[in-house]
């Protein structure tokens, strides 16, 4: 766990031990260890509630200010760790753009990061980041606001080294797509605590938001779900029928990640298929927008473009980057609206060329298309974006605040 190791962890859990007794602690307690600036720092500060219910509250020793509005970039590991990330920190400094999606596990199911030889994700880790500590400052530095990728249910990896973890053929090899990936059965609590554990690895480094990304089941699974065999865990005997099944297990993974996160002070977003804001619920997949959306700090739609077939009366929609976003937006702001405490919204956005749709039912991505999407945001309300570029390489020349009222 970075320099935060299992002695760390056993004092967290001996705090907790220690000042929840009778259901009273201290407000000036606290248990205090080393941070990554190897200074002292309040790894654990326990607060009175007014019910007398102790809170925890981690603090990993960097200061990072959540920026007026959030306007981000996906890094891969390789980047981050690379002679990118010099480029892409350049790209903050003299731009309106202030903050980094970056994968700790990727969507293979490594650890992007060698922790010590002794961390239980020793085996899974890989060094794409060879300097975790040193990023982290440069990001401080910088005041880029860090968000950390985690991939959940697609796991080949995990997938392979449990099978039984996962979903098999009557052969009893592991499916996998078309693509040759293989999921992790969302089920089983034991796949939901392997995940979060290493959410809670991020936040240890410093990271102020985990951003979870495939949260679902296999695309299709409801063409699957008789053919396949997987462990049901403890929905076997809920009431209604797989489809719902698997919307309260994708669900009450997000509630369960969201409390157990709770000590270390982080946000927790989702990202989500876009149209599932334009259904009840994503009935192979287990997504139901409301619900998920009433269980995180921020919800990110992918309402890449080049990713709808026709729909909103557009016949092609990668060649109408400002009317697909405007028209999902609406739909979107209309869902939120009804819940009590909506979450932020903060969408991916399209800064690639989706040439593989072929001749005619694409266009090339650049300034002005990236700049329609922002657009149509801002004039909707939402304020907060991400932008995706599977090779880090964004377009130049873009106003990231065109059209947003001062």
């Not at 932020?344 to 749709?357: I, K």
Request: avoid cysteine; aromatic fraction near 12%.
């Amino acid at each position: 766990m970075g320099k935060f190791g299992k002695s760390t962890v056993a004092a967290l859990v001996a705090g907790v031990s220690l000042f929840m007794v009778s259901g009273q602690a201290s407000a000036e307690e606290e248990t205090v260890s080393m941070n990554v600036h190897g200074e002292k720092a309040n790894a654990l500060e326990v607060r009175e509630w007014p019910d007398r219910v102790a809170r925890f509250s981690f603090d990993s020793g960097y200061t990072f200010e959540y920026p007026d509005a959030v306007r981000g970039i996906f890094v891969t590991a390789h980047s981050a760790g690379g002679a990118r990330m010099e480029s892409l920190l350049d790209l903050m400094d003299t731009t309106d753009l202030n903050s980094m999606v970056i994968d700790i596990k990727d969507d293979d199911g490594f650890l992007t990061y060698k922790p010590e030889e002794d961390d239980p994700f020793y085996d899974i880790s890989r060094p794409f980041i060879s300097d975790p500590e040193g990023m982290m400052s440069r990001l401080e530095e910088h005041e880029v606001y860090p968000i950390a990728r985690v991939v959940v249910f697609k796991d080949t990896l995990l997938a392979e080294e449990k099978p039984e973890w996962s979903f098999t053929t009557d052969s009893g090899e592991v499916w996998k797509n078309g693509r040759g990936e293989a999921f992790v059965n969302p089920f089983l609590k034991e796949v939901w605590d392997y995940n979060i554990d290493i959410a809670i690895k991020a936040a240890e480094m410093g990271f102020q938001e985990i951003q979870f990304d495939y949260v679902r089941y296999p695309e299709g699974f409801e063409r699957r779900d008789e053919e396949l065999n997987y462990e049901v865990g403890d929905y076997k005997d809920s009431e209604g029928d797989n489809v719902q099944r698997r919307v309260d297990a994708v669900t009450d993974f997000v509630a369960y990640a969201r409390e157990r996160l709770a000590p270390y002070d982080v946000d927790v977003s989702v990202d989500i298929f876009g149209y599932t804001a334009t259904l009840p619920e994503a009935p192979g997949i287990g997504q139901n927008f409301t619900r998920i959306s009433e269980n995180v700090d921020v919800i990110s739609s992918m309402i890449y473009p080049s990713h709808w077939t026709a729909h909103f009366g557009l016949d092609k929609p990668d060649l109408y980057p400002y009317e697909l976003v405007t028209e999902y937006i609406k739909i979107e702001n209309e869902k939120l609206a009804e819940l009590e405490e909506p979450p932020v919204s903060r969408p991916w956005l399209q800064d690639f060329t989706a040439s593989y749709l072929g001749s005619g039912n694409y266009i090339p991505y650049r300034a002005a298309e990236v700049e329609a999407q922002i657009k149509a945001l801002y004039e909707n309300g939402v304020d907060e974006f991400l932008l995706w570029n599977a090779g880090n390489r964004y377009s130049e020349g873009v106003d990231y605040l065109i059209g947003k009222e001062d």
